[in-house]
């Protein structure tokens, strides 16, 4: 397959000045009648017309009346249009019911569906399916089922049909259809400008008591868009629905979000505070774009973190604010650290705006996203938070309506601001973590700082210019004052030196506060030293990190020195967890340790080569000490941290489940698993069930918990993923494989259903020591589920062979196993686009 080149963009031949679309919904011959208002564009080159197209049967094509006869291929059709605005009418059958890759228009359960982004809207009728051509749609829908959505506000219903009118120009990306028997969770929403709309969330039957936390989680985002941006909602209605049968997590159709069930359905019983707090920013993310994303597209897909980096910063920024920043900012660090690092580190390695593309729905990646994010807070650290307000306000005031790119997006910070970008730009053009490492002095109450920094080699891309990084720094006196508050510099050169006046040479630096800028730091700080920030730093980030560096020196001096557990970490840790005055949130972020994939990679830069089962032994046995050495601290946090009255998921009590099961986790190495059994008995929420579960699988004890658990919600789609992917993630050693290879012959196992494969097959993927088995089990069963998978669904299998992306990490025999992996899922017949791109890009 031919790749796509950012070098090549040019302007579509056309300008599309409406669109109407008609559909008579049947299963398996929906038909879609087009009428679309065009005109030459007159910044283009004049051709002929060309609209995408696949999978279509073309039933007639008329230009201005008359039936015309298209030259159609494999991805289109191409016929001459006159030199003058004209209209394009066609109508085309497609099949929904034999839809399994979920794109175009589907059928998950009865209910119609569809999605469009990236390039699905080409499934269902001929069209430009570009994000650059926007246009006004109308629609009808003819059918019976009772409950007939598009984009926009309701127009005329009746009987058997109902008509949208989305007044907003949008790319064909963001169009979206529902149909089904449905029900509403509905409210209303007042907005700054004194428009009133109507809140829908439309689920299945059963389930409207399970909406509330998500219509809440909307109506904050909406009120806090106006706030935070000033950015009011834009129509009368704003309808979501929840479908159980989706690829990722959720989608930002104008006006008709359409969500994975599973970020929208929540009750206490049934949901954990991990999943209330993903619903929060899941519902805030799709919300947000509709001004980031909706009102300004993008004008092609390599501008993808133009919508996709901004909103998750908003939805970052709108997280932390509701609940904790520093909670927030550590979680989103974990992720970026855990994900895109790993991306960047590997062969999928790319840039956040990449410059080539077999198959765009790959680069729906951390760097995209995650490090696009990073991109944004970068930006606003360089200019300040008043040049970034000002340059907000600007973008919106210039390219509403418009389909922009990075230049557009850094044009209007230069001239809102006066700042050159010229540097910063590289971030987006230059695909690996930089590195930077510190030397630091501390004389005559001077602290001076020398910074290299470099970035490795990536793909593709040797030779790599140096970006201008913000580092973040302060300084803590070893007696726990904070000597040097937090100070922002700008590496732009290598070396970068620079000098503090601090009144002391009794003092550790605290450098790249709150994670300033996406990159890994090495900097040389005593065990005693990381103990004073871990015990001091007022920036919680950095406090936590310093417990974090600690943990993993202990872990890598077990790993590869057979060392005991490090005793100070133990004693360090000890006083922060007992600390009331701090966060419980953010103190069970301190007692976690870093996962096995996190010291593989930590391993892997730091040029060895991981052993997945002697870190996964040392991770044990670390947190065996800490349990015996912290027991009476632990004890305490478990005690004390109950929390009464009814569930509230909101951050003050999910903290206190947080801290407290997390002690249970501890405790339950030492008593046998007697407290998280009674826990798991007495709970009245998901998230104590759980917390005591997933302990009681980390020791191999939980056979009649996981069998209550089945019993109890074996009818309950998203629950039973959790009993799925539970004992698959958490199993003690190796076992995952093959209680993996036993659950995939589960009767339950509807593997065709991306959540229950992922909770499947992608928790094999997360338990490091068993998916890296010697024997090569865990990956032979992934590629065989990824090469029964393609076929059926192949934008979900793509995503899922990234879980081979570390091969290089590993010795011989394990990169030999995972090469025999890929090359097996490669010579799959008829592969996907998809896969085969991914797969290429592995095996090169
Ligand atoms: N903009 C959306 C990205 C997306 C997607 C969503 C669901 C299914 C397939 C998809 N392809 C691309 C989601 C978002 O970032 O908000
Ligand atoms: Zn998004």
Request: charged share 25%; with cysteine.
């Amino acid at each position: 397959p031919r790749a796509v080149h950012l070098t090549d963009y040019a302007p579509f031949s056309h300008i599309v000045e409406h669109v109407h679309l008609s559909f008579d919904l049947r299963r398996s011959a929906t038909r879609v009648t087009a009428r679309i208002g065009m005109r030459p564009n007159p910044d283009a080159t004049r051709g002929p017309l060309r609209l995408d197209g696949e999978g279509l049967t073309l039933l007639w094509a008329r230009i201005d009346g008359a039936e015309v006869a298209p030259r159609l291929d494999a991805t289109g059709l191409t016929v001459d249009a006159p030199d003058a605005p004209f209209v394009w009418e066609c109508a085309v059958e497609i099949d929904p019911s034999s839809n399994t890759a979920l794109e175009g228009l589907y059928i998950s359960n009865g209910m119609f569906c569809t999605q469009c982004e990236a390039e699905g809207f080409r499934k269902i009728t001929y069209y430009p399916d570009r994000p650059d051509v926007m246009a006004p749609f109308t629609v009808r829908i003819n059918s019976d089922l009772p409950v007939l959505l598009s984009n926009g506000n309701p127009g005329a219903s009746g009987d058997g049909f109902a008509e949208w009118e989305d007044p907003h120009p949008k790319p064909a990306y963001l169009f979206a259809l529902v149909a089904g028997d449905l029900v509403a969770h509905s409210d209303r929403f007042t907005t700054s400008e004194g428009r009133d709309v109507a809140l829908n969330i439309w689920v299945r039957p059963g389930d409207e008591d399970k909406c509330a936390y998500a219509m809440d989680a909307l109506k904050r985002s909406m009120a806090w868009d106006e706030r935070v941006y000033g950015r009011a909602y834009d129509l009368d209605v704003f309808n979501v629905v929840a479908v159980d049968d989706f690829n990722m997590g959720a989608m930002e159709n104008k006006g008709l979000n359409i969500f994975n069930a599973r970020y929208v359905l929540a009750s206490p019983e049934t949901a954990t505070d991990d999943d209330y707090a993903r619903i929060e920013s899941i519902v805030a993310h799709e919300y947000f774009h509709n001004w980031t994303g909706n009102r300004i597209t993008c004008r092609d897909w390599f501008q993808l973190c133009l919508k996709e980096g901004l909103t998750v910063y908003r939805d970052q920024q709108f997280s932390g604010d509701e609940r904790s920043h520093a909670v927030q900012r550590i979680g989103d660090v974990q992720m970026l650290r855990g994900r895109q690092f790993r991306e960047d580190a590997g062969p999928l390695a790319h840039p956040v705006r990449p410059a080539s593309y077999i198959e765009i729905n790959n680069f729906y990646t951390a760097t995209v996203y995650e490090k696009g994010a990073e991109l944004i807070g970068m930006l606003r650290r360089l200019v300040g938070d008043d040049g970034y307000a000002k340059a907000l306000d600007l973008y919106f005031a210039r390219h509403d309506g418009q389909a922009c790119t990075i230049e557009d997006w850094l044009a209007v910070f230069q001239d809102a601001t006066g700042r050159d970008l010229t540097q910063f730009k590289l971030w987006y053009s230059q695909a690996g973590t930089p590195v930077l490492d510190v030397d630091w002095r501390l004389e005559d109450g001077t602290l001076t700082l020398k910074i290299d920094a470099a970035i490795p080699e990536t793909p593709g891309q040797t030779d790599k210019a140096l970006p201008v990084i913000p580092v973040s720094l302060g300084a803590i006196a070893r007696d726990g004052r904070e000597v040097l508050a937090t100070t922002v510099i700008e590496v732009s050169e290598t070396p970068t030196r620079v000098s503090f006046d601090i009144g002391t040479d009794d003092a550790v630096p605290s450098v790249l506060r709150n994670f300033s800028a996406p990159v890994t730091l090495n900097l040389d700080l005593a065990k005693a030293d990381r103990a004073v920030l871990l015990a001091h730093d007022t920036d919680p980030f950095n406090k936590w990190e310093a417990g974090r560096m600690l943990a993993k020196a202990a872990l890598t001096a077990m790993v590869t020195d057979g060392a005991d557990s490090d005793p100070d970490f133990l004693a360090a840790l000890q006083p922060v967890l007992a600390d009331e005055t701090l966060d419980p949130a953010f103190r069970a972020l301190v007692l976690g340790l870093p996962s096995d994939d996190d010291m593989a990679g930590t391993l892997a830069l730091a040029g060895q080569t991981p052993d997945p089962d002697a870190i996964a032994a040392a991770r044990r046995d670390l947190g065996h000490a800490m349990a015996v050495d912290l027991e009476s601290t632990l004890t305490a946090l478990y005690d004390g941290m109950q929390v009464h009255g009814p569930y509230d998921p909101a951050a003050a009590d999910a903290g206190k489940r947080a801290l407290r099961n997390a002690a249970l986790a501890y405790l339950t190495k030492l008593d046998g698993g007697d407290r998280a059994r009674r826990q798991f008995d007495a709970a009245d929420n998901m998230t104590d069930s759980l917390g005591a579960l997933v302990p009681l699988i980390r020791i191999g004890a939980a056979d009649d918990a996981l069998a209550r658990f089945y019993q109890s919600w074996k009818d309950h789609r998203l629950v039973l993923d959790k009993w799925f992917s539970l004992q698959i993630a958490a199993a003690p050693g190796t076992e995952g494989a093959a209680i993996a290879a036993r659950l995939v012959e589960h009767p339950d196992f509807d593997w065709k259903n991306p959540n229950r494969f992922r909770s499947v097959i992608g928790a094999l993927g997360m338990n490091h020591a068993s998916f890296h088995k010697a024997d090569g089990s865990g990956y032979a069963l992934v590629a065989d589920w990824l090469i029964k998978l393609d076929p059926v669904n192949p934008q979900t299998a793509a995503r899922m062979t990234t879980l081979f992306e570390t091969r290089a990490r590993y010795d011989a025999d394990r990169q030999g196993l995972m090469r025999d992996a890929l090359d097996r899922i490669s010579a799959a017949p008829d592969l996907s686009r998809d896969t085969g791109e991914m797969v290429g890009r592995m095996l090169d």
